[in-house]
């Protein structure tokens, strides 16, 4: 497949939850979504680690893909993270993520037993086989209980039609050498790893992963365009100011720190589903600060 054009700040919204944790709000969701749109992203991704995938209902999860398709309407692409045990469970939300009128797919494997390399890539080649839509390999064995070696992951970009993107988000950097030194530089890898993003764009990254714009508005994508511009000094220091919120914000879950945050802006997206709490106290008031401080 052609390397993607994609390259800068893919944002990652919540999944706001109507009063008592029971369904979508949508009108919560379209507006998450339009703030998100103001912060000059590349592309919007939902249904990623911060928009509580794993904790949805199925029915839910097709409304937040209709939604998603609704609310950004072309502006940019519009990818639909999909994480499931079962390879036909994955391939049907495939098929109607693309029926609903998505851009791109962003696949991560789910495991309760451990799955073989073959299995992966089985698993990868179902659901590309399935599917119109370019997908991007998502990597974040934290979440997943699936840890993918750059080897397996260049190996499915060149050998599976339809497979283009990389997202690394082990916070080892030496992952992304791998597969940059891999490729020969020919794949096009994001950065997942919050922390990572300053030496992650240094190493080549075409972008980064990231809910921070939720937050930290367009600073994100200013940060972006200066590392694009060889203005390491300039987003050296950007970086370091941003830092305390993306540390923040990883470290203490990003549903529920998000979530706090944007109600702290005065955009209200509920709480998180249980079993995640909604940040109080100490957390709280720690991240009123370091906003206030941003």
């Known amino acids: 497949m052609h390397p993607t054009s994609l390259q800068g700040i893919i944002a990652y919204p919540v999944t706001p939850f109507l009063e008592g944790g029971v369904g979508i709000d949508e009108t919560a969701f379209d507006k998450v979504l339009r703030a998100l749109l103001a912060t000059g992203p590349a592309a919007v ?3 990623g680690s911060a928009g509580e995938s794993a904790y949805l209902r199925d029915d839910e999860w097709r409304l937040a893909v209709e939604l998603g398709v609704r609310s950004i309407a072309g502006e940019v692409p519009l990818i639909v993270g999909i994480g499931e045990l079962t390879t036909a469970a994955a391939v049907a939300k495939a098929q109607f993520a693309e029926k609903a009128g998505a851009d791109r797919l962003m696949v991560i494997p789910i495991s309760y037993w451990k799955l073989t390399e073959s299995e992966i890539y089985r698993h990868f080649q179902a659901i590309a086989e399935a599917t119109a839509l370019p997908i991007m390999i998502y990597n974040n064995p934290a979440t997943s209980g ?11 970009v060149r050998e599976i039609d339809g497979i283009d993107l990389i997202k690394e988000s082990s916070g080892d950097l030496h992952r992304m050498h791998a597969i940059h030194e891999l490729s020969n530089g020919s794949i096009p890898f994001f950065n997942g790893a919050n922390h990572l993003t300053l030496e992650a764009l240094a190493a080549g990254a075409t972008g980064w992963c990231t809910a ?14 200066l590392m694009a511009g060889g203005k390491l000094e300039e987003a050296r220091t950007l970086f370091y100011s941003l ?45 009123r600060r370091l906003l206030s401080a941003h």
């Open 45 to 47: 991704a939902i249904l």
């Open 212 to 225: 921070a714009p939720n937050l930290l508005g367009e600073d994100p994508a200013r940060l972006f365009s």
């Open 243 to 287: 830092l305390p919120v993306l540390r923040f914000i990883v470290q203490g879950g990003l549903p529920t720190t998000v979530k706090a945050g944007l109600r702290l802006k005065g955009l209200e997206a509920g709480d998180p589903r249980l079993p995640l709490l909604p940040l109080e106290g100490e957390g709280l008031e720690e991240l």
């Open 146 to 156: 699936v840890d993918m070696s750059p080897a397996l992951m260049v190996r499915m």
